[in-house]
């Protein structure tokens, strides 16, 4: 297969799409920027949905530092809101991810207080006993 400069051109087009385009858009400085623009107009339907998109992307990329900041905000802002307590128990998640034990179990235990039945209730309650029986020293 003979390379013209049109090719190759053609396969680093393909490689930057395809492979830096999205660690760009999911990078950390793109994701202040998104949170940036939420927090302009925080009460429309759109902010509230992205910025838990975006709590999600930064706890699914091992940025569990950002993601509880942004699930902390979701669930201090949205009162209302039907999807606090996902909120909730993802910051949960968060805080055990970063071995921040003793908040990882308070806010296990204030879902189970404040959603006893949720979805999340039993995967909380786990959570507690998972950092209860398996990070006894911290």
């Not at 806010?107 to 398996?134: C, H, M, W």
Request: proline share 4%; glycine share 4%; charged share 30%.
């Amino acid at each position: 297969m003979e390379f013209t400069w049109k090719k190759i051109l053609l396969l680093c087009g393909f490689f930057i799409t395809l492979i830096v385009g999205p660690i760009w858009v999911l990078s950390t400085p793109m994701i202040e920027y998104y949170v940036t623009k939420f927090d302009r107009e925080p009460d429309t339907e759109n902010s509230k949905k992205y910025l838990l998109k975006c709590a999600d992307v930064c706890y699914s990329t091992m940025r569990e530092d950002k993601s509880a900041e942004l699930y902390q905000k979701f669930y201090d802002r949205y009162k209302e809101d039907h999807r606090r307590h996902y909120a909730l128990y993802w910051l949960g998640m968060s805080l055990d991810k970063l071995n921040k034990n003793k908040d990882a179990i308070n806010t296990f235990y204030q879902y189970l207080n404040e959603y006893p039945e949720g979805k999340y209730a039993k995967d909380s309650t786990d959570g507690v006993q998972r950092i209860k029986y398996s990070k006894p020293n911290n």
